[in-house]
């Protein structure tokens, strides 16, 4: 609790000092929209943000839980507004490891490398790789949106992150160039760009399951339209979002400062409405921040500690033990032949699987075939949930891309809450559907 208290301590004092550099447009957004693209070798999700000056697109992999925005600064970071963060400053005193002043930097200034810059460790969460780098602000710019089409590009001239390197752009999808931190800190994107145009800190993510046509991210509230016409941001389903109060992943000191990862309280697992049998204990945060239930955009596929996914897996096998199996593609187990199961509306006719958030106002988050089963090659799918093992100093549950396609989560940080719907296919359209036409 204390560490929780510094934690929000610590946001406000950056709200003051985001509040002295409000973007410099006289255009007020009600919400931005960034596009996403699956991509189809590392099934990452790309998106994409104008930064420096002259401008230049920037492709970047979608990081949930990332503390930042990070770029690569050693090759081709050109522009004229690029400013290190000073390591005396109160904005590096924010960041979750900062590792004081970077010293001395033995070539000419450039981005990156500066002397008495703030030095801190950006992390790659694919790779698990982190380095240490600067603290850096430049110009981004970004599409508005009304929630139904694209609005002008506004523009935020101080937006902080990290400088990272190239060699940690290994295991990120071609073109890459660093990766786009949505995490509950208070220099991820969210925070920031919430406060630089005074929406509410809220954001909505709806992956698309598709390598050529776009998804959405909407920074700000509703209305989120897709064609044809349907608001997605009606009909939400709430669950409490959980903050681990210790920090597992990459370098961090332990115990030092809270995650900025989202956690939520599954509290039981079923398989056709049957409750599976697990150790409920593993659906706890335990002392040292391992266990819980995360979700992740760089976890292609739902990752399950070991007893869970033995339980899940076996129900699953049995409730439909009339359907035959066919060979196993690895990482996956339960494989079927695509005639064998059908298909719905819904993705290929199986099992509804349903991670219990709360039993008394029955509160799920249901995943179907299109969900659930994922297609490995012709005519077989499998179910596309993987095995964690058993010594896992993780999350007990880390709910992967794949079960967040065609799905709207939006994350309500002021009210730590995740409002959801599991799919939005049932409301005849899909996470592809948002009309990137501009309205003049
Ligand atoms: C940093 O300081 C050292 C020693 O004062 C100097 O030689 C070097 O040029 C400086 N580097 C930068 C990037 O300012
Ligand atoms: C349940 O899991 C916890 C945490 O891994 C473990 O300590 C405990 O022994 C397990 N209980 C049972 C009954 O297996
Ligand atoms: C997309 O939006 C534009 C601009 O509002 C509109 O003219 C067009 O009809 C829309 N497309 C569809 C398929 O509705």
């Excluded at 101080?158 to 509950?184: H, P, S, Y």
């Amino acid at each position: 609790m204390a560490s929780l208290a510094v934690f929000l301590g610590r946001i406000l004092s950056l709200f003051m000092f985001t509040c002295a550099c409000i973007a410099e447009t006289s255009f007020r957004p009600k919400a931005l929209l960034l596009p996403v693209i699956k991509d189809s070798s590392t099934n990452q999700y790309v998106t994409q943000i104008s930064q420096r000056t002259p401008l230049v697109p920037i492709k970047l992999t979608l990081d949930l839980g990332g503390e930042s925005l990070w770029v690569d600064c050693d090759k081709d970071y050109i522009s004229s507004t690029y400013k290190p963060v000073h390591c005396r400053s109160s904005l590096c005193s924010l960041v979750k490891t900062p590792v004081g002043c970077g010293g001395q930097c033995f070539s000419s200034p450039k981005p990156g490398c500066n002397n008495n810059s703030c030095s801190v460790f950006p992390e790659n969460s694919v790779s698990g790789v982190s380095t240490i780098g600067e603290l850096a602000k430049d110009v981004v710019s970004i599409h508005s949106t009304d929630g139904s089409n694209l609005g002008p590009v506004v523009s935020f001239p101080r937006l902080v992150f990290t400088c990272g390197a190239t060699f940690l752009l290994e295991k990120l999808a071609n073109g890459v160039k660093g990766m786009a931190g949505f995490g509950r800190s208070p220099i991820g994107l969210p925070s920031q760009l919430s406060h630089a145009f005074r929406f509410p800190r809220k954001f909505a993510i709806c992956l698309s399951s598709s390598t050529t046509s776009n998804g959405v991210i909407f920074l700000g509230d509703g209305p989120y339209v897709m064609l044809p016409n349907v608001d997605i941001s009606q009909s939400l389903t709430y669950t409490p979002l959980i903050v681990n109060p210790v920090s597992v992943p990459g370098t961090t000191v332990k115990g030092q400062n809270p995650s900025f990862e989202y956690y939520i309280g599954v509290k039981g697992i079923k398989v056709n409405t049957k409750v599976v049998p697990v150790n409920t204990t593993l659906f706890k945060i335990n002392k040292l921040g391992f266990g819980g239930t995360r979700i992740s955009t760089t976890v292609p596929y739902t990752v399950l500690e070991s007893s869970i996914y033995n339980a899940v897996t076996n129900a699953f096998i049995s409730s439909i033990s009339k359907v035959p199996r066919v060979k196993a593609v690895a990482p996956f187990k339960a494989c079927y032949s695509a005639k064998s199961l059908g298909s719905t509306r819904l993705g290929p006719g199986v099992p509804s699987i349903e991670f219990v958030l709360q039993n008394k106002r029955s509160v799920s988050w249901m995943f179907f075939g299109a969900n659930s089963m994922v297609p490995v090659k012709d005519d077989v799918f499998c179910l596309g949930f993987v095995d964690g093992g058993l010594d896992t100093k993780e999350a007990s549950i880390t709910i992967g891309g794949y079960q967040l396609e065609n799905a709207l989560l939006q994350f309500d940080l002021a009210r730590s809450r995740l409002g959801f719907m599991s799919t939005i296919l049932g409301r005849q359209t899909t996470c592809a559907n948002f009309n990137f036409t501009s309205k003049a």
